[in-house]
């Protein structure tokens, strides 16, 4: 398990209707993990993104119907173990340039194939830095996340990044430049702003840059 990686308990409420419990079902814990696993995986829970594949059942109540639902539904109980991506402030990560504007640069973390963590490095955070200049789409570098935000059933999580260099380089020149602690509080507040009018439909990646 990596740096980023960490177990969360789930305990969650899961609906099986009628249909779904027809045909030839051979393990019913399964058909209600695979409900489950449609709730929770692939996307982000109050712990954080939940990896594909990870949920594994602990226990589960015997069902019941809800009173005043109206529904056919049977309800269960369910607490399961999985694997979530949470990175603490402070964590570096490695990622590939997937996009470069006037804002900055982009990477996306993937986790078995889907995208799992979206960060922002802000060019305003690194002015002055010839390699950070330098990069082009497609190159490996180093990121220290210094702030994430997600909230339930979010694609991905989102996270503001400091730029350290080429993935297996030292950094060239300063991170952060004496006389930018100015610049930098601007920069956080002002991304949502130069997000927005660089690409569409990245609005929600611009919201969580303004977190501080």
């Known amino acids: ?30 058909v209600l993990m695979r409900k489950l696993r449609l709730q929770l995986e692939g996307k982000c829970s109050k712990h954080g993104f939940v990896v594909p594949g990870s949920l594994k059942l602990q ?15 049977t309800m269960y109980y369910i607490k399961a173990e999985g694997t979530v991506y949470n990175p603490p402030n402070g964590t570096v990560v ?3 340039v997937s996009r470069k504007s006037k804002a900055g640069l982009y990477v996306i973390i993937k986790v078995n ?36 935000r ?21 950094a060239v020149g300063p991170s952060e430049p004496s006389g930018q602690e ?19 439909g990245s609005e929600a990646e611009g919201e969580a840059v303004t977190a501080t």
């Open 150 to 170: 997600f909230q339930i059933n979010d694609p991905h999580i989102l996270s503001i990044g400091q730029f350290l260099g080429r993935a297996g380089l030292a």
């Open 113 to 148: 194939a889907v995208e799992a963590i979206h960060i922002m490095i802000v060019r305003d955070l690194h002015i002055g830095n010839v390699e950070f200049d330098s990069i082009q789409l497609g190159e490996n570098i180093r990121i220290e996340i210094k702030k994430s």
């Open 94 to 96: 490695e990622g590939v």
């Open 182 to 200: 100015s610049v930098k509080t601007v920069a956080v507040e002002e991304a949502s702003e130069a997000e927005g009018s660089e690409a569409e």
């Open 1 to 30: 398990m990596s740096h980023m990686e960490q177990l969360a308990i789930f305990e969650e409420k899961v609906a099986l209707s009628p249909g779904q419990l027809h045909g030839n079902i051979t393990s019913f814990d399964d």
């Open 59 to 73: 226990s589960r109540s015997y069902g019941y119907m809800e009173r005043g639902t109206f529904t056919s539904d």
